[in-house]
């Protein structure tokens, strides 16, 4: 089983670029979310989703979409990319009810 | 104050000796803790899992939670270089699988 697959692996954007970060997962778990990893900060929580057309906010939702069409799909958008969004994602899944996270490998982006 | 703090390290032990890393927190309502151990370059897996006070132990690796002092340690036993990551703490006050607080990881280097 791959787990959870994020792509692109790194990413340099200019300032006012949109794109997508991409995450699936195989494991058929009902919760998914983004994170963001910065120095010193710990990872912080974007934007979560408990299933399928159900998104809501965390700590740090501002400047980032997100959407759920299926069980296995969460792609995050940055919608004008900004260096303060110099950072890398994590893309998590956990079946539900459970405080199990299974993380992807990260998707390291730099903003100019 | 934050959250949750850790000491970022870095760590150098030699190989064999009893590595002690420790997390503070504030919120009296978590009752959830988990350690995540990150590889450089990848994303965090988890490593432990414990529910209230007490201890629990996992070959090498033993979880303490004390909540009247809102202290949590994991203690890994005959370090090996192996165990060389970035460890982090996490906590959350409930099993929905999203409300997570994390710390920012110990840097943990074992030397041959």
């Known amino acids: 089983n791959a787990g959870v697959t994020q792509t692109p692996k790194f990413q340099v954007l200019k300032t006012g670029q949109s794109m997508t970060l991409q995450c699936a997962q195989d494991?058929?778990?009902?919760?998914m979310s983004w994170y963001r990893q910065d120095p010193g900060m710990g990872l912080r929580l974007i934007h979560y989703?408990?299933?399928?057309?159900?998104?809501d906010q965390g700590e740090v939702p501002n400047g980032y979409n997100v959407s759920r069409s299926t069980t296995e799909d969460f792609p995050l958008r940055l919608l004008s990319a900004a260096p303060s969004q110099t950072s890398v994602y994590f893309c998590?899944?956990?079946?539900?009810?459970?405080?199990?996270?299974?993380f992807g490998a990260g998707s390291r982006l730099t903003v100019l | 104050q934050k959250e949750v703090e850790q000491d970022p390290g870095p760590l150098s032990v030699p190989e064999g000796a009893i590595v002690s890393l420790n997390c503070t927190y504030s919120?009296?309502?978590?009752?959830?803790f988990m350690w995540y151990r990150q590889y450089s370059r990848k994303g965090p897996e988890l490593l432990m899992y414990?529910?209230?006070?007490g201890n629990k132990e996992d070959g090498r690796f033993t979880a303490q939670v004390d909540k009247s002092s809102k202290y949590i340690s994991l203690f890994i036993r005959d370090s090996q270089p192996s165990d060389s990551a970035t460890y982090l703490c996490?906590?959350?006050?409930?099993?929905?699988?999203?409300?997570?607080?994390f710390g920012p990881g110990t840097r943990l280097s074992v030397l041959p």
């Open positions: 996490a906590m959350s006050a409930d099993n929905y699988g999203q409300n997570f607080v």
């Open positions: 989703s408990v299933g399928a057309g159900i998104t």
């Open positions: 414990t529910y209230s006070s």
């Open positions: 998590a899944s956990s079946p539900a009810g459970a405080n199990v996270l299974t």
């Open positions: 494991m058929n778990h009902e919760y």
């Open positions: 919120n009296s309502a978590f009752q959830y």
